[in-house]
């Protein structure tokens, strides 16, 4: 009964190969967002979709970039993925912007850069 | 400068006994103040989710506090189990860009037997 599912849990990618996570919902949330963990730190949000409304946050390095083809899918590309980029990145939704509802996370997938 | 600042960084307690986490912020203004409960390896579980005017928010044996004026909250846990070792983050969610919600960088807390 997921209602967040990110694709796949753990990906192990070389330096500069080009890399896709996936993330589904099926509770037709409006808002979708990108995360980054790194150990023992706060999540970084590196984009957020309310609808197709696409947000970037400044300081999300060139090298990530997002699709949601539609409202259950959303992608995050890293293009030419580097050694630091290697963290969890989760995916996150919620209901509506502005509404008190809680963020539905999935459980992340662990990217290693080797 | 991290918006949201958690204390202590780590714990570690008893089975059963109680203990209390500590986040303030200085977001304002904020809508709502979250609590969330983090696996290793898992993704944030929604604990709790107080707004600007609420005080007090229980889930089983969580219950978080929020004092707006100190722009402080606290989340006790009652009568630890092993279960409970996770990473607890608190979140605030500015008034003025819903969408770039703040994170502390989490409390660990490990129940021992």
């Known amino acids: 009964d997921a209602m967040v599912i990110q694709n796949p849990r753990y990906q192990v990618t070389q330096f500069g190969k080009p890399v896709t996570l996936s993330c589904s919902q099926t509770l037709n949330h409006n808002v979708m967002y990108w995360y980054q963990q790194k150990s023992s730190q706060a999540p970084k949000l590196l984009f957020h979709y309310y609808d197709k409304d696409f947000n970037n946050e400044a300081d999300t390095p060139d090298n990530f970039q997002s699709r949601r083809p539609n409202t259950s899918f959303c992608f995050l590309d890293i293009r030419s993925p580097g050694l630091g980029d290697a963290a969890m990145y989760l995916c996150?939704?919620?209901?509506?912007?502005?509404?008190?509802?809680?963020?539905?996370f999935g459980n992340g997938t662990r990217l290693t850069v080797t | 400068k991290n918006q949201v600042e958690q204390s202590p960084q780590s714990l570690i307690i008893l089975e059963g006994k109680n203990c209390t986490l500590q986040?303030?912020?200085?977001?304002?203004?904020?809508?709502?103040l979250r609590w969330y409960k983090q696996d290793t390896g898992r993704g944030p579980v929604s604990l709790t989710i107080m707004t600007f005017s609420e005080n007090t928010k229980s889930n089983g044996r969580y219950t978080a506090t929020l004092d707006a004026d100190t722009k402080q909250s606290s989340l006790h846990i009652t009568a630890s189990q092993l279960s409970d070792s996770a990473s607890y983050i608190c979140v605030v969610t500015p008034t003025d860009s819903w969408g770039k919600l703040q994170f502390g960088a989490g409390t660990q807390v490990v129940v021992t037997p």
């Open positions: 996150a939704t919620s209901r509506d912007k502005g509404d008190n509802s809680p963020l539905h």
């Open positions: 986040c303030n912020y200085t977001v304002s203004p904020f809508s709502n």
